[in-house]
């Protein structure tokens, strides 16, 4: 497909007319069924979520989750923040900025909500542009221990409530089943 390096593509939150829309840009990105499934179940579970759709008319081009991930500091108590994903687009969509577009807004949304910071499991080659750090440089770890050390990361949103942080990370436990 010949498209434009400057697609022009809007970004909102879900509604329910494109929850198929969302579903189909999962499975055809990550080519299974798992992370569709991971998405509905969280949608169905969350007391608190953000989830946007970047599209072209009525089209999903992509999606991303943020939900409610709990840092347990080694001290025995926590402070909530987001997770980010799954965030995916579709194939022949991808390298058009439109990952970044659902990236930046989420993030930009997260800070507005007042969360003090998002995690992400994902390639260290692609969220670093973002903010994200090594989690294991603030001394936070991920609960899930087969997750590499730089796989980790964090983006620290309210510097001050994220002093002497040092802990688990523990994501809903809807993930569990997402491999
Ligand atoms: C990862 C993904 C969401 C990125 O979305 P996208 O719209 O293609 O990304 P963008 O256009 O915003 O960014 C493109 C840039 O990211 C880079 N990039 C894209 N996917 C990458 C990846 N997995 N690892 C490293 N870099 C990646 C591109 O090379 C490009 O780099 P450049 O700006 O230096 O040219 C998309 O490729 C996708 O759906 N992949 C399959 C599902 C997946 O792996 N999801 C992420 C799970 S952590």
């Not at 608190?48 to 709990?70: Q, Y």
């Not at 969509?93 to 993030?107: R, S």
Request: some cysteine; proline content about 4%.
């Amino acid at each position: 497909m010949n498209l434009d390096k400057q697609l022009k593509f809007n970004i909102q939150e879900e509604t329910e007319q494109y929850l198929a829309g969302i579903r189909l840009v999962h499975r055809l990105a990550f080519h299974a069924d798992g992370e569709a499934e991971v998405v509905d179940r969280l949608r169905e579970n969350c007391p608190v979520f953000i989830s946007l759709v970047a599209k072209i008319g009525e089209k999903v081009l992509g999606h991303v989750l943020f939900t409610p991930a709990r840092l347990i500091k080694n001290q025995g108590w926590s402070i909530e923040g987001l997770g980010l994903g799954p965030l995916a687009v579709l194939p022949e969509y991808q390298k058009l900025g439109i990952g970044t577009g659902l990236c930046v807004e989420g993030l930009t949304r997260a800070a507005l909500a007042g969360y003090p910071f998002v995690v992400v499991i994902g390639d260290s080659a692609y969220y670093p542009r973002f903010g994200f750090k090594k989690a294991s440089t603030f001394g936070i770890r991920c609960a899930y221990e087969d997750v590499p050390d730089e796989a980790f990361m964090i983006k620290i949103l309210k510097p001050k409530r994220m002093t002497d942080v040092e802990g688990v990370v523990y994501y809903r436990q809807e993930f569990d089943s997402v491999s």
